[in-house]
């Protein structure tokens, strides 16, 4: 059955590759969710083979 996936700390999207190409687990929706915003960016270059839904999100912390 297919799958969507919330990955938090995604970095530049290994665990979707992983899933797709080393286990054939079907990834319909990923949700990437990491703090650096330059690694969403590495993840939308390596990511750009998904033809599913893919959503990345930089969630810098605050300094206070």
């Not at 290994?14 to 690694?39: H, P, Q």
């Not at 590495?42 to 998904?50: G, P, T």
Request: charged share 20%.
């Amino acid at each position: 059955d297919p799958v969507s996936v919330n990955d938090y700390g995604c970095g530049y999207g290994a665990y979707l590759t992983y899933l797709d190409k080393e286990c054939g687990i079907k990834v319909i929706n990923y949700a990437g969710y990491d703090l650096s915003e330059d690694m969403i960016a590495e993840a939308r270059s390596h990511l750009a083979w998904f033809s599913g839904g893919l959503s990345l999100f930089a969630r810098p912390i605050s300094q206070s």
